[in-house]
């Protein structure tokens, strides 16, 4: 069965830092890509990062880029996303998800089907 668990969420102030990591199980590693996605209220999902777990190969969305970074631990099956210069339009709940198809893409615009339970990050001003 595959599963993702992510933990790290919480409250923190502009400027401050978070680091989320996300557990899997149940494939093999480093044949999927993985990524973190976040949601506001009212606002669509939005992607944040991915990573080819098999080459380290990562992508970013334009508005988190030069402030988080996403990493991976292949003999740990984790991923994890280090959050900096942490602003209140960061806030969301995140989550991790494992992207479809095998192979070596690493696009946060391909299918994920396969998602975690999420945790909420908040950024107060």
């Known amino acids: 069965e595959v599963q993702l668990v992510e933990s790290g969420g919480g409250l923190v102030q502009t400027g401050g830092s978070l680091r989320l990591s996300c557990v899997t199980s149940?494939?093999?590693?480093?044949?999927?890509?993985v990524g973190w996605f976040r949601q506001a209220p009212g606002k669509e999902r939005e992607a944040v990062s991915c990573?080819?777990?098999?080459?380290?190969?990562?992508t970013y969305g334009d508005s988190v880029k030069g402030r988080f970074t996403i990493s991976n631990n292949v003999a740990k099956n984790t991923v994890d996303l280090e959050m900096n210069s942490l602003s209140p339009g960061d806030t969301a709940r995140y989550y991790c998800a494992r992207i479809r198809s095998p192979g070596r893409i690493v696009a946060c615009t391909e299918v994920y089907d396969f998602w975690g339970q999420g945790v909420q990050v908040t950024v107060s001003s």
């Open positions: 990573i080819n777990n098999f080459d380290g190969s990562t």
């Open positions: 149940g494939f093999r590693f480093d044949d999927y890509a």
